[in-house]
């Protein structure tokens, strides 16, 4: 059989990211090692957020790596077992400490439309004004322009973004909250096997 063709948000580090043309991250490794143990070969296609859903719709790809598995997305995608684990938090401007998400109040909050929290945000924090964005530089860059107070991001990848793309201008993370599972998505039903080629069914 052919090579399975994997698409991943670039970058989400330490999960998923290209460099040099290098397919990098913890994630990706963790699926090297399962597609070795079956004799499985991978190929990886960086992608966006708002794109991969639709290149798996099409069948440009097979599967996406380090998806949230989320309750919400079951009508959309089929899921693997979990093969990381990760957590949200609010970000907050440099000088600002980000408050947890019980704190927060009603404050605006922007969060990447196709990420697991534009859902999971109204049922956590009914409050919260949520402000959906293309993705995470984007969510940063509505709170230092003022559109939002605070992004709702995965703190790891989150921590990543706003060091790489705003140096400097932001506070630590806060509080992590809404646990994560990062499982590889397939289309539902898994039509092209996926999950079982790579004994994750």
């Keep these: 059989m052919g090579a399975i063709v994997v698409g991943y948000l670039d970058p989400f580090r330490p999960f998923c990211w290209c460099e040099g043309g290098a397919h990098r991250g913890s994630f990706l490794d963790a699926l090297r090692a399962l597609a070795a143990a079956r004799g499985e070969r991978l190929a990886f296609v960086p992608g966006s957020l708002a794109g991969l859903p639709g290149a798996l719709a099409a069948g440009r790809i097979d599967a996406i790596a380090a998806k949230a ?28 400490a980000a408050p ?37 530089a984007a969510a940063l860059a509505a709170v230092l322009d003022g ?39 397939v289309a539902p039903g898994d039509p092209r096997g996926v999950l079982a080629r790579l004994g994750l069914a």
């Design 69 to 96: 598995a989320t309750p919400g997305r079951a009508g959309a995608f089929a899921f693997s077992r979990p093969l990381a684990r990760t957590g949200a938090a609010l970000f907050a401007p440099a000088g600002r």
């Design 100 to 136: 947890s998400l019980e704190v927060a109040g009603a404050a605006s909050v922007a969060t990447p439309a196709e990420g697991p929290l534009a859902a999971l945000l109204p049922r956590l924090a009914p409050s919260l004004a949520i402000l959906p964005v293309a993705d995470y």
């Design 147 to 185: 559109r939002a107070a605070f992004a709702a991001l995965n703190a790891d990848a989150g921590a990543d973004e706003a060091a790489a793309r705003f140096p400097g201008r932001f506070a630590a993370p806060g509080p992590r909250f809404a646990e994560l599972d990062l499982a590889l998505a």
